[in-house]
Structure formats: C-alpha cells, structure tokens
C-alpha cells in the first residue's frame, strides 16, 4: 500500500492506493495556509498516519509517502523551493515530515502528480506517453513518458502555461507577455467575457454580468443560449487552447493529450473543436493524431499520482 | 563498428563510427534527389559497403547502419513516410537499403540523429538531457532525454520550429500563422532583412543589397560594422530566438540546449543576449538554468547521430 497526499493551497487531500492501484479511502483538511509550515506539515504527518490506519494498517507497514505540492519542490533536497499558493520559501518538506513518517517519503510538483495519476489511472490509462494541461486560475502541466514525469534536470521544467504563444502580447504574472497561461487560464476568459461585455452592453453576457460577477461558466452558458457577444468570446477562448495543444502535439505527439480543470466540464463542447483545430494545424498530417481526452479522476488525480511516485 | 549515413537533399554523407564513438572515416556523394529513390538508395548501399572497406571491415561485420533521412520517418515500418527535400512520399527505406546491407538498419529524421550526435560526442556531452535547436532554411529540432531520441508514439514529434510564438503572425509553411519557423530560421532573417532595406534605404544594410542578395551573414556584419537598421533587425531576430528558446525550458528544462545552424557561427554575439533573455523570462528563477552551447560538430552530428540509432 502507498500513501499520496495532494498538498493544496487550501486543502491537504490524502488516500492509501493499494497495490493494484485502487484507492481504497481518503481524507481532506484543510490546510490553513497562513500558519508556520511546521504545523501544515505537522498536520500531513498525522493525516498519512490517521489514513494508514483507515486502511486497516499501520504508517510503519506502507511502501512510501508521495507527496504533490504546489510550486517547485526540488526532489533531491526534498525542499519546496518555492510556493507562491502557500507563501513558502526553501522549506524543508521531507525533512519535517520524516519526524511523522518512518517510510520513504517522495515529491513531486501537485500538477505532474495529477498528470502521473490520469496517465496511471485516468484518461490516459494504457498510453505510452501523455501531456496533461489543466485550465484553471492559470495553466499548468505535466508531461508523462515512459511512465516517468519529465520535469528537467531541475525539477523546474513542464511549466507549458508558460511558453509565449503571443509574443509581446498580454502580461502574465511570471512577467513575460503573451504566455499560454494568459490566454487560455479561466482567468483569461473571465477578462476576455468582461472585456466582451464593455463592448456589447446590450447583450446577454452583459446583462448576466449584472446580476452576478462573470465566471467561465456563465460565459459558456450565454454562448450556449446564443449570445453573440458570449459566443465570439468562447470561440476566440478555445482557438487559443487548441493554439497551445497544437504546438504541444508538435514537440511531444504523445499518445495522450489530457484536459484537465473546471473549463473541461464543457466536454466534446470543447474538445470537439480543439481536435479539428490540431487536425489542420498539426504540422506532420501523414500519421495518427494523439487521442484527445478529458480528466476523469477529478481531485483524486493528484492523490493517485502522489502516491505512485 | 556502426556506420551512419546522413541523407540530404543535396549530399549523401556517410561515416563509421569504432565501439569507442570516434568517427574513423567518412565520405560525401551527391543525392541527385531527382532520380528514382530506387537509384538513390541503391547508391546509399555502395557507400555503406565503400565506407566498411574503408575502416578496414567488411559490410556485413559492422553492428548496425542508421539512417538520418529529412521529413518523416516512420520507425517501424522504416518508410519515408513524406519528405519535401526528397520529393518522396511512402518510399520503402529500409527494406530497399536490405537488399545490399545484411545488418540491422535503423531510421530517424535527420534532426533528431544530428540531436542524438552532440548529445553523446558534442556539445551536450556528458548531460542527460538536451534540446538541439537547428537554425537554417527552416528550424528544426531534435529532443534526447536520458539517451534516447522522443519523438512521440508516432514518430512525428520534436518539431519544436513549429510551436506558434504569434498567434495569427507570418504564415508558415507548414500553413499556421506566427510559427517559430517563421521568425527564428535564416529565411525569416533575410525577410526582416529586405524589409529592413526596403524602410531604410541610406542604410548600410540596403546599399549591401544593391551589390549582393541579403544573406544571414550580409545582416550580421552590417549590424556589426554599426549599422542601426541592421542593428534593429539582429535585435528582433535574437528575441525571436530567446522567445522560443524560453518556451523550450520552461518545458522541458534540459540539461543543455545546443544552438545549432550556419548563424550560430556568430558564437557569443547571440548566445550571450539569448542566455540573458531567458534568465530574465524563465519561469523558475530559483533553480540552475541549463547550459546554453552553440553545436560543435557540424555536418558529423548527423552521421554519428545516424549510427548511434
């Protein structure tokens, strides 16, 4: 049996996966971000021990520990470099948790253990390779070949949010302009559907925006009742999506290109689209495209994908 | 003892390779890409068993033959699925090259076998991972991680000039819009360079043109000997590289990255703004960055590449 814990900035998740790599339970607490890190990690060694338990072991008798984070964790030293979700600087994670925790303890960046888990578990079981891009407040990713997550000689690679898709364009919060993240976050469409809304005020996205703030999916669901304003938003939207995915399919062609976050809700809505868009644009049209998927395990993702790692 | 053979649109050029990697001896043809592929690789064939000869063997003691073909191979099958250079569509590599070379032959595109080459002999040597960056008539590319070559389940990935860096820019020929390609290769140089003349013309840069077409090299030295419209150009140019460059480590952080290309003979006068622009861009500014070198082994990377397949 392995133990993942999904370190989030709000929640900490936990599961015990058995050897065949079921999830037999799970546990959420929060994570209460703003206190010193000794007590969040504190807490994490007491939910691995309390889920050992659940599963009718001890902590002593489980394989390892994985561990997903946000930020960059650096796996050799163990330490989060760095985590703007949590505010934390050089922590020594695997160190503090090893005072709770007498078995290996292993870490990886929260968004490759989610890719890990959907290409173990998920939508991308079965597949060789795959990429998972998530779109949420920004865009993350995670890259999984040969069953090993690629994350560079320093743990710092698989940020595809960040590759410029529209140099010089719009200000991301990494600083450079134009970035993936930029264009094709939740984030991004809130401002592109506000935007959208200034400039038609007697639509029906503006008239929505009255009532509520505008979120991704009350653009969607004006485009889906359509509105012209909402629906020029959420082609313009998933043209950049299927922008990134493209050049993702030209570097990688990974058997798998899974599509993760709330946006993906909208289902064959979006990937329909995306996967004509890759068709024309992909530049070798001779051979298979990579299959073209949708998240399945939702939270546990991370969960499993920690706990394989 | 491994032969590589780098099949070009112009030349064909062959090398053997002793069990230490040394190149012993190579030898260049002329393709002739006009003539039925049967007669091209018929001569293919001769130069591997001229090249044997040559290194003291005979054809049939030597390990392996790989082959570096342009356009897309299809590994398992080792058809040319499509190359432009060649002209050929759906040729039958390996199993033609079979009827005079009794051992194993192995196929890859030639981007990936000159990748493979300054990985294991050349500039990356040593590292566990690297991304070679061609920049020539178009921009091509070549991922190695952990030894091996990626190029996807399909074997059509690693075309990194064809990631989009300006969503609805210059048309590529690859018929996206703002592809790599399309800023970064020697064309788009000497593009940015008539456009240069054509707004300037008490310029260095267009009095150079009225003597000479515009060459990548013509740009480089007029922008060396001062002046501003060349200058203007080189500085675009460079930030077009470092853009991609910049996307290609914030996915992949390798160990190396390998500039590779006829305008890499400027050495620091590009790498060294690159190298600022993607410490200044990158999105972890807390970890090592991975080494920037400009390729050192010229047309051998593609032979040594070829027989290390």
Redesign the interface.
């Known amino acids: 049996m392995r133990i993942g814990i999904d370190l989030g900035g709000t929640n900490i998740a936990g599961g015990v996966l058995n050897d065949s790599g079921e999830l037999l339970c799970a546990k959420s607490i929060p994570t209460d971000a703003q206190r010193p890190y000794s007590e969040v990690i504190h807490d994490m060694g007491l939910l691995a021990v309390e889920l050992a338990q659940m599963a009718g072991t001890s902590i002593d008798s489980v394989e390892s520990v994985g561990v997903g984070s946000p930020g ?1 964790p ?1 796996k050799e030293t163990g330490n989060i ?2 985590s703007n979700n949590l505010g934390w600087e050089n922590v020594p994670l695997v160190q503090e948790l090893g005072r709770y925790i007498p078995v290996p303890i292993r870490l990886d960046n929260d968004a490759n253990c989610a890719a890990l888990g959907e290409y173990a578990a998920g939508a991308a079981k079965g ?3 795959a990429v998972m891009v998530t779109f949420g407040t920004g865009v993350g990713g995670g ?1 999984v ?1 040969d069953g090993k997550i ?11 949010g ?6 010089g ?1 719009v200000r991301c919060t ?3 302009k134009g970035c993936w993240e930029s ?1 094709a976050s939740a984030t991004a469409l809130i401002r592109m559907g506000n935007d959208a809304a200034d400039r038609n005020p007697r639509s029906l996205l503006a008239s929505m925006r009255q009532r509520d703030r505008l979120n991704g999916r009350l653009i969607f669901d004006a485009a889906q009742k359509g509105d012209a304003a909402a629906n020029q938003v959420i082609k313009g939207y998933i043209w ?1 999506m299927a ?1 990134g995915i ?2 993702l399919v ?6 798998a290109i899974v599509l993760g976050g709330g946006i993906c809700a909208q289902g064959d809505y979006i990937v329909n689209p995306i996967r004509e868009y890759v068709a ?2 992909v ?2 049209k ?3 495209l ?1 299959r073209m998927v949708t998240a399945t395990l939702g939270n546990d993702a991370g969960i499993i994908g920690a706990a394989l790692l």
């Open positions: 960059t650096h470099l760095y597949c060789r390779s890259i070949l690629h994350s560079g000689f320093n743990s710092a690679g698989g940020e595809i960040h590759m410029v898709i529209v140099s364009g990494c600083g450079r264009y950049y922008e493209t050049n030209n570097i990688f062609q990974p058997e024309q644009g530049f070798c001779q051979v298979a990579p």
